[in-house]
């Protein structure tokens, strides 16, 4: 099956940081890709949408200063929380999907402690 | 925006009985999953459900789907203590892959 990647599994930085997480697919072109966020106890939240070669689709509400989404080939997307601050410390996860295929392929997800 | 609205919210049985889900969404849909994820991991796959589909099985699983109640079931029959996990439907629709997530159940299973 179709396999994505997530970079690192974990991470702990100092307020004011700014921290990337990748997301890769690596069996499959994903044309598209998603990022969630997923606060403890709580969904899954879609916070933005990325084709690659263009610019992310940020969901209402979801700050694209803060978390800059770079989709810049059929198997990478990053995310960079800038400026993180601890009420951003979350699993991030994100998905990968192909062009052919209604279903998307998860992430093992990146938690995120902001101190 | 959250689409999905789940219930009930957790939920214990005893290993052997069967698990009931619900999941009621907003909006006109293309399909609806129903995902699994256990305490602080990824997501796992389990099922895809079309519009126009009312019913779909899969080993121990049965969906349903009621597209005039905009509704869906989860049903794990014979359940075992390694289904204990958060189970959440999300559903697509329109010209994106873009999938909304339900507030997800709590199942617990008891040996």
């Known amino acids: 099956g179709a396999v994505v990647s997530q970079h690192p599994s974990w991470v702990i930085c100092k307020s004011g940081t700014s921290v990337k997480i990748e997301c890769r697919s690596l069996?499959?072109?994903?044309?598209?890709m998603f990022w969630y966020r997923q606060f403890p106890k709580q969904s899954l939240m879609l916070m933005a949408t990325?084709?690659?070669?263009?610019?992310?689709?940020?969901e209402q509400g979801v700050e694209k200063d803060k978390f800059l989404i770079n989709h810049a080939s059929l198997t990478l997307s990053t995310l960079t929380v800038t400026s993180a601050h601890p009420e951003d410390s979350s699993f991030y996860i994100c998905?990968?999907?192909?062009?052919?295929?209604?279903?998307?392929?998860f992430g093992p997800g990146t938690r995120l402690t902001v101190t | 925006s959250q689409q999905g609205e789940e219930d009930p919210q957790a939920l214990s049985i005893q290993e052997g009985e069967n698990a009931t889900m619900n999941c009621s969404y907003k909006?006109?849909?293309?399909?609806l999953q129903w995902y699994r994820q256990n305490s602080g991991r990824g997501l796992v796959h389990l099922i895809l459900?079309?519009?126009?589909?009312r019913e779909k099985h899969s080993g121990r699983l049965r969906v349903t789907l009621d597209t005039s109640k905009k509704s869906s079931s989860l049903l794990i029959t014979a359940s075992r203590a390694a289904d204990t996990a958060s189970y959440f439907c999300?559903?697509?629709?329109?010209?994106?892959?873009?999938?909304?997530f339900g507030t997800g159940t709590l199942l617990a299973v008891q040996p």
């Open positions: 069996d499959f072109q994903a044309t598209t």
């Open positions: 909006t006109s849909i293309n399909n």
């Open positions: 999300a559903t697509a629709g329109g010209a994106t892959n873009k999938l909304i």
């Open positions: 990325s084709n690659e070669g263009s610019k992310a689709t940020y």
């Open positions: 459900i079309r519009s126009n589909e």
């Open positions: 998905s990968a999907a192909s062009q052919s295929s209604y279903e998307q392929y």
